[in-house]
């Protein structure tokens, strides 16, 4: 409701042309803010809650007190209506519903069209090894093979003397001689003795082997003694056994003398030798094939 302010009206006849009007009645105050709405009833069942109702407005705020009246006009005129009061606050929102119930379960859609295919997958590893099947039967016997040749008897000799001795430093020591039966053949010389140098500085002593007086080549068989120091202060007589072997291609057939030898080494001082000192020598030799082709 709004609040009316008037002015008081002069009894007619005590006016006259003269009067002035009243001034305006003041504003009246602000109106109380009206009370909370009521909270809206629960949403019906569904989906989604429906909104829940607005709130009922508050109630209007109380009439504003009226205003002081004017003074009162000379004039015996009717003063001015006072202003409107200000309308009361709006009233807060009510409170939200409450949530409506959850809504029943929609039906299952139709299936969807099957997707294509995948790739292969990456091949697994290998499994284990299965176990070992059962032995199978015995096979029948074949057929007796063609009778074999008797294999080559192995043609070689070994020529040997108990103690030596020698205290040659130079010529030939010893010679076992070899009958050859083919030309296309190999010799194995295999010379086990009791070798030294004694009494010398910087000196050395070579042990080789002959074929009928001549050396094998193009690569020799033989075997040295060096001394760097080994006389005054510092003599030494040392006697050690020695094994010098080697193959060598002797293209003869028949008797082959084959010698142990002793004689110096090449830029070197001569020394004082001594062969097969309390030590049995031997000489050691074996007809052989050749060897295999160097073509591969």
Request: glycine share 18%.
């Amino acid at each position: 409701m709004v609040a009316l302010a008037y002015t008081q009206v002069l009894n007619e006849g005590e006016c006259n042309s003269s009067c002035k009007l009243g001034r305006d009645g003041r504003d009246g105050r602000d109106g109380i803010d009206g009370k909370d709405g009521k909270q809206g009833p629960a949403g019906k069942p569904g989906k989604n809650g429906a909104d829940g109702i607005d709130g009922i407005n508050g109630v209007d705020g109380k009439d504003g007190k009226d205003g002081i009246n004017g003074n009162d006009g000379k004039d015996c005129q009717m003063g001015m209506r006072g202003r409107d009061g200000l309308n009361g606050t709006d009233g807060k929102d009510g409170m939200d519903g409450k949530d409506g119930k959850d809504g029943l379960n929609g039906i299952d859609g139709i299936d969807g069209l099957n997707g294509t295919n995948g790739r292969d997958g990456i091949d697994g590893k290998d499994g284990l090894n299965g176990s070992n099947g059962i032995d199978g039967k015995d096979g029948i016997n074949g057929a007796n093979g063609m009778k074999g040749k008797d294999s080559p008897k192995r043609n070689w000799k070994e020529c040997a003397w108990d103690k030596i001795n020698s205290e040659l430093d130079e010529g030939l020591l010893k010679t076992c001689t070899f009958r050859k039966k083919s030309i296309e053949t190999y010799l194995r010389v295999e010379v086990i003795s009791n070798l030294r140098i004694y009494n010398c500085d910087n000196c050395c002593s070579r042990w080789f082997v002959t074929f009928n007086g001549q050396e094998c080549t193009p690569v020799p068989i033989d075997g040295i003694v060096y001394m760097k120091y080994g006389k005054g202060d510092r003599e030494k007589n040392l006697h050690r056994p020695q094994v010098i072997t080697g193959r060598c291609k002797i293209s003869k057939i028949g008797h082959i003398n084959v010698g142990f030898n002793i004689g110096e080494c090449a830029e070197k001082n001569t020394a004082d030798a001594f062969t097969g000192w309390q030590q049995a020598t031997r000489i050691y030799v074996e007809e052989i094939e050749g060897p295999q082709s160097d073509v591969i």
